[in-house]
Nanobody, 119 residues
Framework: QVQLVESGGGLVQAGGSLRLSCAASGRTFSSYRMGWFRQVPGKERALVASIAWSDGSTYYTDSVKGRFTISRDNAKNTVYLQMNSLSAEDTAVYYC????????????WGQGTQVTVSS
């Protein structure tokens, strides 16, 4: 059974940094792509960044380019999201998710972790 467990959320002042972690278990993820999504009340969940477990290729949505970095540690089966220069607009629940490389949608999700940026 696939499990994705996020950690690292919390309260931070604007301009500060946080690092989110997503520990993955339950299968081999070498043929998967891992994503970080975020959601604010009243809005749809949106993809923030993603990384292919196999070759480390990354994607970032425009609003986080240059501020957020997604990475993975194969030995620990963990994906990270380093978030710098945070602003109030980054406040959201952040979710880790996984999809097969040939799958169109993410089908495994974590429980989410709250990130609150105070201005």
């Amino acid at each position: 059974q696939v499990q994705l467990v996020e950690s690292g959320g919390g309260l931070v002042q604007a301009g500060g940094s946080l690092r989110l972690s997503c520990a993955a278990s339950g299968r081999t993820f070498s043929s998967y792509r891992m994503g970080w999504f975020r959601q604010v009340p009243g809005k749809e969940r949106a993809l923030v960044a993603s990384i292919a477990w196999s070759d480390g290729s990354t994607y970032y949505t425009d609003s986080v380019k240059g501020r957020f970095t997604i990475s993975r540690d194969n030995a620990k089966n963990t994906v990270y999201l380093q978030m710098n220069s945070l602003s109030a607009e980054d406040t959201a629940v952040y979710y880790c998710a996984a999809r097969g490389l040939v799958s169109a949608s993410y089908n495994y999700w974590g429980q989410g972790t709250q990130v609150t940026v105070s201005s």
